[in-house]
């Protein structure tokens, strides 16, 4: 199966700790590398976790809050001293754009590589990105200033051709496109093969969900139906609620609410307050609502 994995570089809130780093994280898919969010510390967090920091060509920034956003210039800026020379796709909220453009102008004037800005609504769910193998999707969240998630989900793929009854059926490699993508074979005496019996079928579609900041909400889970795994807002233990519903975040249980709800594989906790030095208490109340769930931490991997 394809690589499928999520790297997190930082999994704090609001400041940086001795504990954890501001929010980052690297989805690698197949080799490509997309970053989302870029909190400060996040260029150290890279070396740290050894993610291959040249390979990076998108960044998804979930909103203008600098925990989110603040590490950016300085990636920007270090891409130039390294001697990147390939665009580097920048996709915000496009109030981002004339801030950042500000400060590239002043620090980052000799880039010998293009900055594309591509801003997007966080109102509203849109296809942002799209490549051979896999779609992005934004996800509109309920915070203090208008924020997204980012849907990560594979494309489907054409079925696998079965080399052994390709080869006893007669099929020239030619053809193998074809019926790989749902073609019956016709042999020289006029026999047709079904395309069910030269193939086997393609893995499922893989998704990774990315929800945070937000506060509880219900109007966002048929955008991550079925995800095998989200990351979700889990700022607060149910016994601060009251927090969490004045700053627009979750608690633990309105993770696993919406996790269940979505149906989905796996839910993984991050943007921690620093006021739990055991964040054991989120992971028990989690797993009081659905089981399946993992704290992040700085330089874990998970694969899907």
């Known amino acids: 199966m394809e690589k499928f994995e999520i790297t997190i570089l930082g999994c704090g809130s609001a400041t940086p700790s001795p504990k954890h780093y501001t929010s980052s994280q690297v989805v690698d898919i197949r080799g490509k590398l997309f970053m989302v969010d870029c909190g400060e510390g996040t260029q150290i967090q890279l070396r740290r976790s050894r993610v291959a920091f040249a390979r990076i ?77 896999l779609t992005v999707t934004t996800i509109p969240l ?45 042999t020289a005496q006029g026999e047709v093969i079904p395309h069910d019996r030269l193939t086997t079928p393609a893995g499922p579609v893989r998704s990774y969900a990315y929800c945070c900041d ?33 700053h627009f975040h979750s608690t633990a249980t ?20 620093a006021r739990y030095p055991d964040e054991t208490i989120l992971l028990d109340e989690a797993c009081q609502i659905f089981s399946n769930t993992l704290l992040a931490k700085e330089n874990l991997t998970v694969s899907i």
């Open 142 to 186: 309920k915070h203090r200033v208008p924020c997204a998630g980012f849907l990560f989900r594979e494309n489907p793929t054409a079925d696998h051709l079965d080399r052994a009854a390709a080869d006893f059926y007669g099929v020239p490699q030619w053809d193998y496109a074809r019926i790989k993508e749902g073609g019956d074979f016709i």
């Open 254 to 273: 309105d993770a696993a609410r919406t996790a269940l709800d979505a149906g989905a594989a796996r839910l993984m906790l991050g943007h921690f307050s």
């Open 57 to 133: 060509n998108h960044i998804f920034i979930s909103h203008l809050h600098g925990d989110h956003c603040f590490g950016l210039l300085g990636m920007i800026s270090s891409f130039g001293l390294l001697g990147r020379t390939a665009p580097l796709y920048i996709h915000a909220p496009a109030e981002l754009e004339p801030m950042l453009q500000q400060e590239m102008d002043f620090y980052c004037r000799d880039l010998e590589f293009q900055v594309e800005f591509q801003g997007f609504d966080p109102a509203l769910s849109a296809q942002i990105y799209q490549d051979r193998s």
């Open 214 to 246: 937000t506060a509880y909400n219900p109007k966002m889970v048929p955008i991550i139906k079925g995800a095998d795994l989200i990351y979700h807002d889990c700022t607060y233990a149910a016994c601060d609620a009251d927090r969490a519903k004045k």
